[in-house]
């Protein structure tokens, strides 16, 4: 791959050949079950892949102006960090704080700042949609939203850039097909970073 940004058709190729896309019975962070999983540390692990997947969010960011860039969860620390350098505006992060989203750790927004939010696998977009709720309590405006790998859309208010769109079903625990025909259920890992 060269440096330039990624294409969407790129990152699908590279999540393909790296074996990021997993077949099984998946409980996904947000809490429903998928038959697929994307395993984003296949993407993060390797900084020149996550440069150039940070280069096309920011390509798009650099029109709505951000004054900083805001990783919607722990998760997206990674990808935001790259996206923040390359726009050359501050990264900070939202983690739980006592189950609740915050900003920790002395990160500070004050009402002229606007907040580019980035993650990186959404599915619900419920991590998402309380990242942008952190910086508003903060008082800041949210200049919109980028995200790597979007498995279904979402409405966060503001206008959302995804760099690929790979819709996969999933569903609530109550209607899942592989429940029903008692399949094992594997936690692929990502959860324990959001938990904390
Ligand atoms: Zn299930």
Same mark, same amino acid.
């Given at each position: 791959?060269?440096?330039?940004? @990624? ?5 699908? +190729?590279?999540? =393909?050949?790296? #074996?990021? &896309? ?19 540390? =296949?993407?993060?692990?390797? $900084? $020149?892949?996550?440069?150039? *997947? +940070?280069? /096309?969010?920011?390509?798009? /960011?650099? +029109?709505? @102006? ?10 997206? &620390?990674?990808? #935001? ?10 990264? &900070? ?5 006592? #189950? ?20 990186? *696998?959404?599915?619900?977009? #419920? ?23 979007? =498995?279904? !859309? /979402?409405?966060?208010?503001?206008? $959302? ?5 790979? !819709? &996969?079903?999933?569903?609530? !625990? ?16 990502? =959860? ?5």
């Amino acid at each position: 791959m060269s440096d330039a940004a @990624a294409t969407a058709d790129e990152l699908l +190729a590279e999540l =393909r050949a790296r #074996g990021a &896309i997993l077949s099984g019975h998946f409980r996904l962070s947000s809490g429903r079950h998928s038959n697929l999983f994307v395993q984003k540390f =296949r993407i993060l692990e390797d $900084p $020149p892949l996550v440069e150039r *997947v +940070a280069r /096309a969010l920011a390509a798009h /960011a650099r +029109a709505l @102006a951000p004054t900083v860039v805001v990783s919607a969860a722990v998760g997206g &620390i990674v990808l #935001g960090y790259e996206v923040a350098r390359q726009l050359g505006t501050l990264g &900070i992060f939202v983690e739980k704080e006592n #189950g609740v989203p915050a900003l920790r750790r002395g990160f500070a927004l004050d009402p002229d700042d606007r907040a580019f939010v980035v993650e990186d *696998v959404v599915t619900t977009g #419920g991590s998402v949609r309380e990242g942008l709720d952190v910086v508003r309590a903060r008082g800041a405006k949210t200049a919109g939203v980028g995200i790597s790998v979007r =498995r279904a !859309p /979402a409405d966060f208010g503001v206008p $959302p850039t995804a760099l690929l769109d790979l !819709p &996969i079903e999933s569903f609530d !625990p109550e209607h899942c097909p592989q429940c029903a025909a008692h399949e094992p259920i594997t936690e692929p890992g990502s =959860r324990f970073l959001k938990s904390k």
